[in-house]
C-alpha cells in the first residue's frame, strides 16, 4: 500500500463506547469536514489475538485485561483515511489518551470523560499505521477513487 504524499494512510478505530453512544455519524463527519478521503471501512468484532497483537505496547499493563474486555464488549468500526500528513493530522483531531484532559475541540476533548472509554484509536505514526492498515485492511479493501473535492482542499504544488 502507498503511504507517500497524500496517499498517506491511518487507522481509525471507533471503540465500543463511540458505537454504544451512538458516535459514529458525528465522528466520521469530523474527519470528512476536515478535507480527508475515506478509503476503507468495516464493521468487526475484534478476538483476543488481534487485540494482543494491536495493543502489544500495553499487554503487560495492569490495565490491559480490562481494556481488552472494553473492546470486545461490541464490535468496532474500522476506518482508513488518507490524506497529507493525514496520521499527525488525525492524531490532533484525537486528542490525548486521557480524555478528561483531552484539548477541546478534539474528538476525546468533546466526547470522552475516561482514560480506557476515549471513543476512538487513532495511529501514532506513519510507521505503526503501515502495520496497523495492513493489520485490519487487505489490499483489495482498500479503494482507490478521485475525491473531487481535492480541488478545493489542496493547491496543485501540494496534489503533486
Ligand atoms: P492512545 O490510544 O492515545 O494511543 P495508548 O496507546 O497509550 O494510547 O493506550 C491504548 C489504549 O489503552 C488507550 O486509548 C486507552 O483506551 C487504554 N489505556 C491507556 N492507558 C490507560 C490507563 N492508564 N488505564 C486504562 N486504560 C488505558
Given at each position: 500500500?502507498?503511504?507517500?504524499?497524500?496517499?498517506?494512510?491511518t487507522l481509525v478505530?471507533?471503540?465500543?463506547?463511540?458505537?454504544?453512544?451512538?458516535?459514529?455519524?458525528?465522528?466520521?463527519?469530523?474527519?470528512?469536514?476536515?478535507?480527508?478521503?475515506?478509503?476503507?471501512?468495516?464493521?468487526?468484532?475484534?478476538?483476543?489475538?488481534?487485540?494482543?497483537?494491536?495493543?502489544?505496547?500495553?499487554?503487560?499493563?495492569?490495565?490491559?485485561?480490562?481494556?481488552?474486555?472494553?473492546?470486545?464488549?461490541?464490535?468496532?468500526?474500522?476506518?482508513?483515511?488518507?490524506?497529507?500528513?493525514?496520521?499527525?493530522?488525525?492524531?490532533?483531531?484525537?486528542?490525548?489518551?486521557?480524555?478528561?484532559?483531552?484539548?477541546?475541540?478534539?474528538?476525546?476533548?468533546?466526547?470522552?470523560?475516561?482514560?480506557?472509554?476515549?471513543?476512538?484509536?487513532?495511529s501514532?505514526?506513519?510507521?505503526?499505521?503501515?502495520?496497523e492498515v495492513?493489520?485490519?485492511?487487505?489490499?483489495?479493501?482498500?479503494?482507490?477513487?478521485?475525491?473531487?473535492?481535492?480541488?478545493?482542499?489542496?493547491?496543485?504544488?501540494?496534489?503533486?
Amino acid at each position: 500500500m502507498d503511504f507517500t504524499g497524500l496517499k498517506e494512510k491511518t487507522l481509525v478505530i471507533i471503540k465500543p463506547d463511540g458505537i454504544q453512544r451512538g458516535l459514529v455519524g458525528t465522528i466520521t463527519q469530523r474527519f470528512e469536514h476536515k478535507g480527508l478521503k475515506l478509503v476503507g471501512m468495516k464493521m468487526m468484532r475484534l478476538g483476543e489475538k488481534i487485540l494482543k497483537e494491536h495493543y502489544a505496547h500495553i499487554a503487560d499493563k495492569p490495565f490491559f485485561p480490562g481494556v481488552a474486555h472494553f473492546m470486545q464488549s461490541t464490535p468496532v468500526i474500522l476506518m482508513c483515511w488518507e490524506g497529507l500528513d493525514v496520521v499527525n493530522t488525525v492524531r490532533k483531531i484525537t486528542g490525548i489518551t486521557k480524555a478528561r484532559e483531552a484539548e477541546a475541540g478534539s474528538i476525546r476533548g468533546d466526547f470522552a470523560m475516561s482514560v480506557a472509554c476515549n471513543v476512538i484509536h487513532a495511529s501514532d505514526s506513519v510507521e505503526t499505521a503501515k502495520t496497523e492498515v495492513a493489520r485490519f485492511f487487505s489490499e483489495e479493501d482498500i479503494c482507490d477513487y478521485d475525491k473531487t473535492e481535492y480541488m478545493h482542499v489542496y493547491i496543485d504544488e501540494e496534489r503533486e
